[in-house]
């Protein structure tokens, strides 16, 4: 019996300790944001976006990971081989695995182009170029260090900031 016990009780330690090791089993038992290794293995090096790839800068990523394992991803998109037309409205890409609610807009689970245009708008498109939803970003003056891209929590859901620019994102 008691070697039965110490056999229990190795098994036990050794999945408690597996558990513990790898990055899976905690990603899946809460929502987070990814970490830096966590954004290099799912953000894409290239993007297909209105018939070209555009090369993904990974360095300025960000994504979260909810409880059930879904991510939402962004990032930001070398378009300079886009017109400028493109360019002015398409600044990165959205990946989501869930139903968001941005800016108080729907989009379904998909990938998506976005940007932050000179008119106040956050603006998602489909990848043929064709805008899905627009609404209306806001400005934190008041941030001290603005970087390109970031997805910050925000109560039950975040801010997606392109400098001082910002979006709401809530999963719905």
């Given at each position: ?90 600044q990165g ?15 379904a689970p ?63």
């Open positions: 019996m008691t070697k039965l016990r110490f056999v229990l009780a190795g098994i036990v330690t050794a999945m408690v300790l597996a558990c513990s090791l790898s990055g899976p089993c905690l990603a899946q038992s809460k929502k987070h944001m990814l970490s830096a290794d966590e954004l290099k293995k799912a953000v894409p090096v290239e993007y297909f976006y209105r018939g070209q790839k555009a090369t993904v800068q990974v360095r300025n990523a960000a994504g979260a990971q909810m409880a059930d394992g879904k991510m939402v991803l962004a990032a930001l998109v070398d378009a300079s081989g886009y017109s400028t037309a493109i360019q002015q409205k398409y890409m959205l990946i989501t695995e869930a139903k968001l609610n941005i800016g108080g807009a729907e989009i998909g990938q998506y182009g976005f940007g932050f245009t000179t008119e106040g708008k956050f603006v998602v498109m489909n990848v043929a170029n064709d805008d899905l939803l627009s609404v209306a970003f806001q400005t934190e003056d008041a941030l001290k260090r603005p970087v390109p891209l970031q997805l910050v929590e925000d109560g039950s859901g975040w801010k997606l900031y392109s400098g001082k620019k910002w979006v709401s994102i809530k999963v719905e």
